[in-house]
């Protein structure tokens, strides 16, 4: 069988989780590292064994010949560190979100597409073990027919919470309820509708957003609809992450931590009727729980290995990190206009750059990268000490 040559460009914490979950792999082999800044390069190498360190991710490129590039990087890289690498004619593993806008994400898509190569985007919580235990619990007829999802985020700012936490929510929904066709979505901040004017530039550069606290709903083809939930909390809490599947028959749970089943689709805190019963979970063969490499990023280097060897795409593809893509950008576009968006969006366009436009605005003023100094940055902005 074949071992698949992997390269990691950069070495941070996504970077390092990573590249662990490859290295573990007993079907790939950690090739070469790239990164700017030669603590993290040496750490990371140091750690994984692996001599060839990078500064330059030509150079990489060129002396390793790697059969898959994985990009955790910063959003507002993805676009120029895919387009530079797909050149290479070799597969790409990019961090979410896919891009920090359509028309980006489309031209990553095409690129891959002529040069015959995969895309995936790393949600990995949709090839999880937990996931794979709801998706096999929807599939087997456990809850009946699928009506409504719930899902919420970990408490972040709503706009910068739907480009990070959310981009994972709707992948892993999308597993559940196929494709969607179009979303209806309310966005507040400092408890009224939004404006123009709070349309600002997201921590992480995850591109354009607005809003501290968004509900979204999605109407899928399947005829199911969610609601998707980024509301901003005192205290971030990544317990809070995960959805429900509600169904005709009964309810089901998903976190990244476990999965679990109601057997009633009506739940009454009345001691009889919530006694929620945890799912089995299956970790594939091969994985050590006793590695330190997380189970859900081995889930997905093991998909992304099964779905080489077999020709097909990655369950998180190229499609699916677009149609994320569409969902979110429908999110904050309804959001500011107040109607609902058909998908997939004609308008190819960052929605909230063009309704600045319309208004007579110019670009959003600068705000901090890292997100607690961005945050405060965003209360003094709304007057709040």
Known sequence: MPTYRVAILGCRARGTAAARAYHAHPKCEVVGLCDLVPDLLNALGDELGVTARYDDLDSMMLEQNPDIVAIPTGTEFHYDLSMRILEYGVHIDVEKPMCATLEQADEVLRLSQQKGVRIAVHHQGRTGAAMNA?????????????????????????????????THAVNAMLRITGPCRSVTSLALTDGRTVTPDDVIPSAGGMGTVLGERITATLAFDSGVTATLLQQRFPVVDATAYGFEVCGTEGRLIWKTSGAWWLRTPHFLPDGKNDQWEPLPI???????????????????????????????????SGVQGLHVMEILMAVLESSAHGVRIDLPQKIRTHPLEQWRKESGLGSPREMPREYRSWLAAEDARLGRS
């Open 282 to 316: 299956t970790q594939p063969v091969g994985y050590d729980a006793d590695s330190g490499v997380s189970p859900e990023e081995y889930n997905y280097v093991e998909e992304y290995v099964n779905a080489l060897d077999a020709g097909r795409e990655h369950e998180c």
């Open 134 to 166: 709801v998706a096999a619990a929807v599939q087997s007829g456990k809850i009946g027919d699928i009506r409504h999802m719930n899902a919420s985020g970990k408490g972040y700012y709503g706009g910068y919470g739907l480009m990070n936490i959310g």
